[in-house]
């Protein structure tokens, strides 16, 4: 089990739950995910094309890795919109 930190940066707090994310986090929820991050312009049109071809662990690599490389405000718009998605995972990873 990670315990996060309430004032870690939200980059920092994505990378110590990799892993379980890429492991846990089902192909439905990924392209839920997807949406929400194009709705609020966390990635283009043609990232999320290249995304959504990928399979299984490839994808949530991708997506969670995409995310991180953006800063923390995308790694925050991440983690609220897995909120939204799948309360469980992100409770489960230690976000709240």
């Known amino acids: 089990m990670v315990i996060l930190i309430k004032n870690v940066p939200a980059e920092q707090k994505l990378l110590s739950v990799r892993t ?24 283009t049109d043609t990232e999320m094309e290249s995304t959504r071809t ?3 662990a490839d994808k949530a690599r991708d997506v969670i890795d995409t ?19 799948d309360e469980w995972l992100y409770t489960a990873l230690n976000f709240s």
Do not use: P, W, Y
């Open 20 to 43: 379980q994310f890429i492991n846990r986090v089902s192909d439905s929820d990924l392209n839920q995910l997807l949406d929400k991050l194009l709705e609020h312009r966390v990635i």
């Open 54 to 56: 990928k399979h299984g």
């Open 67 to 85: 995310v991180r490389r953006k800063g923390s405000e995308a790694c925050s718009v991440l983690i609220a919109a897995l909120r939204e998605v």
